[in-house]
């Protein structure tokens, strides 16, 4: 079986938790749905008691009549049997509809506590984990969850059902009650054996599941790419490997899970025989009456049934335990980010400084060792570097995505981890290399930053970005609908709706990691007039890409390998003819008007 669950290791995250700690913490979710619960219990109570009278009822009509042979006996009997099953009919309604109420409120919350978690977990955490994977146990996972509370009512109302026929058969036959009460313990220790394999691969089939919702998000994301290098057979083919595997885990989650039905069916059969053979005696030497054994033989079906469904329930409630281990292991997965106090942050002049700092992703490559740094409040500052320098790090560090090792980062002379988090991140102002827009609207989306603006606030920051001339292009204005990912704009369009996000944020500290992605002249003069608008009056850490950019900030910061090797401005970098002139001439002089103009000349004596 192990070659079959190659590739579905635990997420890093996952964790393993007992059935009694997995149980409590389920029943934690129910409690507050206890109104429901207790009219569900109730009814669990009627419901076994009809259910196990009705047999009962007809074994004693069986005797009244082959005594009495009287018709009346028969109408008492049929009307009495009338009777027990609309009562179970009614019994049965209100526990399954009360049932469906409490579960639905109950799968409500856990989702919403799962989602919340998948909010709050740092950014580290989504770059080493998939997000389809993590989608299956929001989804997925907390529905199955909901499942383990019908497979309880059941059980509850099964063992109500068993202990109620059993008490009628010890009142009529001690011997013969023994009798089917013998093989109880084989069957439920061949039930309970199950117990660990079925717990194995209901976890296996969530995990291969999240594999296929992984990769199927990941597909579609990426669609474009795969169109545009002929790569669909390939796509295809990666699908099938994945889900073959999961046909595969299925497959003997299947066989796990329906192996002990035939065992139970033996089981079953010796004990029918058993009852038919010595009730049958009882009955001929009189010990027993036709309705005592017709009661008996009624019962091994009756009983066994129940007990077979107890085994189906356990390898059920397993997978149900399964789901619920996978949910709250994404709920318990600890932050990385630790703040050690959470103060008021108030108003920021944005002064940044780090000192001696010590960072690390993974703990084996190290980004900085003993990096140190200040920046003026209302300073712009420029990063450059080549690819792997630390230059995203560093913005990370300020923004308070990733946890540093060692050293101090001090915002205005205050240790970052001591400000509360979420009031810090408000005074920071993120334009990310690449912009991300939610579906809806363009007005929608400039608020995200600030959900309490006005329309009219909304407006006047989308206008102070190229004196809003770029609007004009848009069908519908601020009420155009940007499509999934911001699809129905160009990526300069979504340049210019993330720079508008930032101005209606008014943050103190802006981290600018600019776009490189082609877009016409016309396009990268709005978003040049954009970026000097944001830039205005804060303290600005660029990760220069544009040439404009960097000839226009207070300072260029040049790092290689996790330090500074060069700080100065443009021209006195250029003119030390170091690792910046190297960076100019590989990626900032092709912008120059110089290098444009000389281009020029060259292409007409051509």
């Not at 409590?24 to 009814?43: E, G």
């Not at 259910?51 to 005797?63: C, F, K, N, Q, Y």
């Not at 009549?65 to 179970?88: D, E, H, K, P």
Request: include cysteine; hydrophobic fraction near 45%; charged fraction near 20%.
């Amino acid at each position: 079986m192990g070659w079959v669950m190659d590739g579905l290791d635990s997420d890093s995250y996952d964790r393993t938790y007992g059935d009694v700690r997995l149980v409590r913490r389920i029943f934690a979710y129910f409690r507050p749905q206890w109104r429901p619960m207790l009219v569900v219990a109730c009814m669990v109570v009627l419901d076994s008691a009809v259910s196990a009278g009705t047999p009962i009822l007809v074994s004693r009509g069986i005797d009244v009549v082959a005594s009495t042979a009287s018709s009346v006996a028969l109408w008492v009997i049929a009307l009495g049997v009338l009777l027990f099953n609309s009562l179970g009919w009614v019994s049965n309604y209100y526990r399954q509809t009360r049932s469906a109420e409490a579960v639905s409120n109950v799968v409500l919350k856990l989702s919403e506590d799962a989602f919340r978690a998948v909010t709050e977990r740092d950014l580290s955490f989504y770059d080493e984990q998939p997000s389809g994977k993590i989608v299956s146990r929001v989804t997925s996972d907390t529905t199955a969850f909901g499942d383990v509370v019908m497979l309880v009512t059941n059980l509850i109302s099964t063992l109500l059902y068993v202990l109620i026929l059993f008490a009628a058969l010890f009142v009529i036959n001690v011997r013969l009650a023994m009798i089917v009460l013998a093989t109880v313990p084989v069957i439920m220790g061949l039930a309970l054996s199950f117990r660990g394999v079925a717990r194995r691969v209901t976890r296996s089939a969530r995990r291969v599941l999240a594999e296929v919702n992984a990769l199927i998000q990941e597909s579609i994301s990426g669609i474009i790419v795969a169109k545009n290098f002929r790569q669909e057979a390939a796509v295809y083919e990666g699908f099938l490997k994945v889900n073959r595997r999961a046909y595969r885990v299925n497959l003997i989650r299947g066989w796990v899970m329906n192996t002990i039905i035939p065992l139970l069916e033996t089981g079953i059969g010796v004990s029918v025989a058993l009852v038919i053979y010595y009730g049958g005696s009882a009955q001929l030497r009189g010990l027993v009456t036709p309705g005592e054994w017709f009661l008996f033989v009624q019962t091994v079906g009756m009983v066994w049934f129940p007990m077979t469904g107890v085994a189906s329930f356990w390898s059920q409630f397993q997978d149900g335990l399964s789901a619920a281990e996978r949910v709250f292991s994404l709920m318990d997965a600890g932050p990385r980010v630790i703040q050690i106090a959470s103060e008021p942050v108030g108003t920021l002049a944005g002064r940044i400084d780090f000192m001696d700092v010590h960072f690390s992703y993974t703990g084996r490559e190290v980004v900085f060792d003993g990096f140190s740094l200040s920046v003026a409040a209302g300073e712009k500052v420029a990063i450059v570097g080549h690819t792997g320098a630390g230059k995203s790090s560093l913005a990370r560090l300020v923004e308070r995505f990733y946890e540093f090792q060692g050293g101090k980062i001090l915002i205005d002379g205050r240790d970052i981890r001591t400000l509360d988090l979420a009031q810090y991140r408000r005074h920071v102002g993120i334009v990310p290399q690449e912009p991300f827009l939610f579906s809806g609207t363009l007005g929608e989306n400039i608020r995200y930053s600030r959900p309490s603006a006005t329309d009219e606030e909304v407006a006047a920051a989308a206008r102070r970005i190229a004196k809003g001339e770029w609007l004009e292009d848009l069908p519908d204005g601020l009420n155009t609908d940007v499509g999934e990912r911001g699809a129905r704009l160009s990526m300069g369009q979504r340049q210019l709706v993330a720079l508008a996000r930032v101005v209606l944020a008014d943050p103190r500290i802006l981290i600018l990691d600019e776009a490189t992605a082609s877009v016409d002249p016309f396009t990268e003069t709005q978003i040049q007039e954009g970026l000097d608008e944001v830039m205005r009056g804060r303290t600005c850490i660029v990760i220069a890409h544009r040439l404009s950019t960097v000839r226009n900030v207070d300072r260029i910061i040049v790092l290689r390998n996790g330090r500074i090797i060069e700080e100065g401005n443009h021209d006195s970098l250029l003119a030390a003819g170091g690792h910046y002139a190297e960076l100019y001439n590989t990626y900032f002089r092709h912008q120059s008007l110089e290098y444009i103009e000389q281009a020029r000349r060259l292409a007409e004596e051509e």
